[in-house]
């Protein structure tokens, strides 16, 4: 019987009981948000095969194409020259939609328990992931079919990040929360590798399949999520993650009448389960403008803006750069274009390292986003001089592009979901990772835009407009990075005068 257990074994057991509940959920959210990531990616290796030079293709004995047509085997209605505007118009319908989607997304995520509403998510994307793929079977060549059901597939996609970031916040607190989300967050990176390498197979015979596959495992990923995901640590009887401060004062603080009567240490753990229940039921969904007003919020938004127009330029166009510059087949540049995935993962980690280290989340993202504009610039002056060269500026790259990216959208997120200022209210987080991803998605459906706009008067053009983003992002980050130097000042001095202190002593 757990009464008759010395306090100290029960403690281990508990402890124990509470790490594999809180690894189970890493897992569960890590394979959601990778099924969700590998669904988006077939689409930018999928471009070099709707539209390609068709003089290298030998044409069937029966065809009755002239020698000299350079476009027969061309996917119709992007057979044209104007086919760069047209995949961009079939990038941004998605884009923009999950932009528009995740303003409102955060709110439904809100007040919808997080396993029913992300196992609807992950059903819609993977019929409308598929369904762009039937149209390789069904033999449709109107845009219209292909525009309208990434505008559909965008919307659902949005159930996605707002209610990963939430469940995880729900089960970690704020310690070390940069290395945890740093290491979760690479299944953004791990599900684009996914997605490329399962498009690849298929894309030089029946580039349906493509999308077909990854949208059937996004759906039955759905399915799981609705027998396995668990939303609160209290819902399996698991103590719940200390967000700010020490529990220590926290003890020491009066009763709040808001949220009822306060927990302490003598408490069993019965009635720490049941407060922290009735605290939890209180709070009310903070509103949008709310959210706004919490320090921080407005500065990492429009950061993460032009960080993510970089970072899905890269995502949406890169294997199409790579085939045009180097010539490559569409399944070898989307192989290629996967090391500046795993770039992210390690940029992503190291982000989230770094940061929990020197206690400065705004000034690890500005020095990586510094460092970031001058490695694209050479990436595309003599990344394509060797295969070596080219496979270590791509590493570099994406892990220079996608760590603030992978900071903002995870650590940041969850620090301003959780900020002191909302005194406890976790209902906060969906709505705060909503507006942060949701002005993100404003700059990743205007940079593969900008990118199908620019390409074709040189890809130069496009990286200079990579680069202008990306210092753009960095210098509104400037007041932040200011207020955490002043801050390790202010820190520095203190430990001074303890030390001056100690040796008075």
């Given at each position: 019987?757990?009464?008759?257990?010395?306090?100290?074994?029960?403690?281990?057991?508990?402890?124990?009981?509470?790490s594999k509940y809180r690894a189970f959920i890493l897992l569960i959210t890590f394979l959601i948000y990778t099924c969700y990531h590998m669904s988006r990616k077939p689409i930018s290796v999928v471009k070099s095969r709707l539209h390609h030079n068709c003089s290298e293709v030998i044409q069937p004995v029966n065809s009755t194409h002239s020698l000299n047509d350079t476009t027969w085997c061309n996917w119709a209605p992007f057979d044209k020259s104007n086919y760069k505007e047209l995949l961009g118009a079939v990038d941004n319908a998605f884009l923009v939609a999950y932009a528009?989607?995740?303003?409102?997304?955060?709110?439904?995520?809100?007040?919808?328990?997080?396993?029913?509403?992300?196992?609807?998510?992950?059903?819609?994307?993977?019929?409308?992931?598929?369904?762009?793929?039937?149209?390789?079977?069904?033999?449709?060549?109107?845009?219209?079919?292909?525009?309208?059901?990434?505008?559909?597939?965008?919307?659902?996609?949005?159930?996605?990040?707002?209610?990963?970031?939430?469940?995880?916040?729900?089960?970690?607190?704020?310690?070390?929360?940069?290395?945890?989300?740093?290491?979760?967050?690479?299944?953004?990176?791990?599900?684009?590798?996914?997605?490329?390498?399962?498009?690849?197979?298929?894309?030089?015979?029946?580039?349906?399949?493509?999308?077909?596959?990854?949208?059937?495992?996004?759906?039955?990923?759905?399915?799981?999520?609705?027998?396995?995901?668990?939303?609160?640590?209290?819902?399996?009887?698991?103590?719940?993650?200390?967000?700010?401060?020490?529990?220590?004062?926290?003890?020491?603080?009066?009763?709040?009448?808001?949220?009822?009567?306060?927990?302490?240490?003598?408490?069993?753990?019965?009635?720490?389960?049941?407060?922290?229940?009735?605290?939890?039921?209180?709070?009310?969904?903070?509103?949008?403008?709310?959210?706004?007003?919490?320090?921080?919020?407005?500065?990492?938004?429009?950061?993460?803006?032009?960080?993510?127009?970089?970072?899905?330029?890269?995502?949406?166009?890169?294997?199409?750069?790579?085939?045009?510059?180097?010539?490559?087949?569409?399944?070898?540049?989307?192989?290629?274009?996967?090391?500046?995935?795993?770039?992210?993962?390690?940029?992503?980690?190291?982000?989230?390292?770094?940061?929990?280290?020197?206690?400065?989340?705004?000034?690890?993202?500005?020095?990586?986003?510094?460092?970031?504009?001058?490695?694209?610039?050479?990436?595309?002056?003599?990344?394509?001089?060797?295969?070596?060269?080219?496979?270590?500026?791509?590493?570099?790259?994406?892990?220079?592009?996608?760590?603030?990216?992978?900071?903002?959208?995870?650590?940041?997120?969850?620090?301003?979901?959780?900020?002191?200022?909302?005194?406890?209210?976790?209902?906060?987080?969906?709505?705060?990772?909503?507006?942060?991803?949701?002005?993100?998605?404003?700059?990743?459906?205007?940079?593969?835009?900008?990118?199908?706009?620019?390409?074709?008067?040189?890809?130069?053009?496009?990286?200079?407009?990579?680069?202008?983003?990306?210092?753009?992002?960095?210098?509104?980050?400037?007041?932040?990075?200011?207020?955490?130097?002043?801050?390790?000042?202010?820190?520095?001095?203190?430990?001074?005068?303890?030390?001056?202190?100690?040796?008075?002593?």
């Amino acid at each position: 019987m757990r009464s008759s257990l010395a306090p100290g074994i029960w403690f281990l057991r508990a402890f124990s009981r509470d790490s594999k509940y809180r690894a189970f959920i890493l897992l569960i959210t890590f394979l959601i948000y990778t099924c969700y990531h590998m669904s988006r990616k077939p689409i930018s290796v999928v471009k070099s095969r709707l539209h390609h030079n068709c003089s290298e293709v030998i044409q069937p004995v029966n065809s009755t194409h002239s020698l000299n047509d350079t476009t027969w085997c061309n996917w119709a209605p992007f057979d044209k020259s104007n086919y760069k505007e047209l995949l961009g118009a079939v990038d941004n319908a998605f884009l923009v939609a999950y932009a528009i989607g995740m303003f409102i997304s955060g709110i439904f995520g809100e007040r919808l328990p997080l396993r029913y509403y992300l196992t609807a998510g992950m059903l819609l994307s993977g019929l409308f992931t598929s369904l762009f793929g039937l149209g390789y079977f069904w033999n449709i060549h109107v845009l219209w079919y292909f525009v309208l059901v990434q505008i559909f597939n965008g919307l659902v996609q949005t159930t996605g990040w707002p209610a990963v970031v939430s469940c995880v916040g729900n089960w970690f607190g704020k310690g070390k929360r940069g290395l945890i989300m740093g290491i979760w967050n690479s299944h953004t990176s791990v599900g684009n590798i996914l997605g490329s390498l399962l498009a690849g197979v298929w894309v030089d015979q029946q580039w349906g399949l493509s999308f077909v596959v990854p949208g059937v495992i996004t759906a039955i990923m759905g399915v799981i999520t609705f027998f396995f995901l668990i939303e609160y640590p209290e819902d399996v009887d698991c103590s719940p993650p200390q967000h700010h401060g020490n529990p220590e004062e926290s003890q020491d603080q009066p009763e709040d009448p808001a949220n009822g009567p306060s927990c302490n240490k003598e408490s069993s753990l019965e009635s720490a389960v049941t407060c922290s229940k009735e605290a939890s039921a209180q709070p009310s969904a903070i509103s949008f403008f709310g959210a706004l007003r919490i320090p921080g919020v407005v500065e990492f938004s429009l950061c993460l803006l032009f960080a993510k127009l970089v970072s899905y330029t890269f995502l949406y166009w890169l294997p199409l750069y790579i085939s045009n510059v180097v010539h490559f087949t569409a399944k070898e540049a989307g192989d290629l274009s996967t090391l500046f995935d795993v770039g992210g993962i390690i940029g992503g980690i190291l982000a989230g390292l770094v940061s929990d280290y020197i206690n400065g989340r705004a000034t690890t993202c500005c020095v990586m986003l510094i460092l970031a504009a001058p490695m694209m610039f050479l990436y595309n002056h003599v990344g394509q001089r060797g295969i070596g060269i080219s496979i270590v500026m791509l590493l570099i790259c994406g892990a220079l592009v996608n760590g603030p990216y992978a900071l903002i959208t995870t650590a940041v997120s969850a620090d301003l979901g959780t900020h002191k200022s909302l005194k406890g209210n976790a209902k906060a987080l969906s709505t705060v990772t909503a507006i942060i991803d949701g002005t993100g998605s404003i700059g990743a459906a205007l940079g593969p835009l900008l990118a199908g706009l620019i390409s074709p008067t040189g890809w130069n053009n496009v990286f200079y407009m990579l680069i202008a983003a990306d210092v753009l992002a960095c210098l509104l980050l400037c007041r932040l990075v200011y207020k955490e130097i002043l801050a390790w000042k202010s820190s520095l001095s203190k430990d001074r005068g303890s030390n001056v202190a100690l040796t008075h002593a």
